[in-house]
């Protein structure tokens, strides 16, 4: 069964290179990001994972937590944090997974039901790993998105599109296209205009479904 906005994330418990992991123990009050790649010492995948060690900070501004998965070993994963680290210049504290049996890939909905790992396999073995997911305090999935091989993942829409799942959590309120902190937001079509004034204070009617205010 594929996996949906606001379905719960599958709980699981796996080794990592941080310990054992319980991920909706782990995730806590927490909000979590879950990125996964198809195989450690991959080109694109290193440089990914350097991009999330050097934003470690912004993550930890945003109470959230991060979470790498590779269907390799955690002694390979150790292995690679190392050159992960060589490369981005900083360390990589976050925890990875040990997902050799796929069963963390096949809860999340990464890999075809009979996907398995041959001897000698490739990265293009596990290839439809590649996906990343934001899940919220309530452990409900807030956003998915899928990336094939060869396209790298850009970790700044990545942030950005946090901002945005957190600016409208438990708020009438949606951000419009290429919206970033700090510009105006969209006021719900749950509140008329009446409402919306007595709420947000001035509202900018473009049309009389689209109407903006300042963030809250």
């Known amino acids: 069964m594929s996996l949906r906005i606001n379905d719960i994330a599958p709980d699981f418990k796996a080794d990592s290179t941080s310990g054992p992991i319980s991920l909706h123990d782990w995730i ?53 944090k190392r050159d992960i680290e060589a490369f981005a210049g900083v360390p990589a504290n976050f925890p990875i997974i040990d997902d050799t049996s796929l069963a963390v890939s096949k809860a999340y909905d990464m890999l075809p039901a009979d996907a398995y790992l041959p001897d000698g396999r490739t990265p293009a073995h596990s290839a439809t790993v590649r996906t990343v997911f934001i899940i919220g305090p309530d452990k409900k999935i807030r956003l998915m998105m899928i990336y094939p091989m060869s396209v790298g993942r850009n970790f700044a829409e990545i942030l950005r599109a946090l901002d945005a799942v957190q600016a409208t959590d438990g708020v009438p309120i949606a951000t419009p296209a290429n919206w970033v902190p700090g510009q105006d937001v969209i006021v719900a079509l749950s ?23 300042k963030a809250p």
């Open 191 to 213: 509140l008329n205009d009446d409402a919306a004034k007595e709420k947000f204070g001035a509202i900018d009617i473009k049309l009389p479904y689209l109407r903006f205010t």
């Open 28 to 80: 806590g009050s927490s909000y979590a990001i879950l990125f996964s790649h198809p195989k450690d010492f991959t080109p694109v995948c290193t440089t990914e994972f350097g991009a999330v060690a050097q934003l470690a900070g912004e993550f930890e501004k945003r109470n959230t937590k991060v979470l790498g998965v590779s269907v390799d070993s955690v002694e390979e994963h150790k292995k690679w």
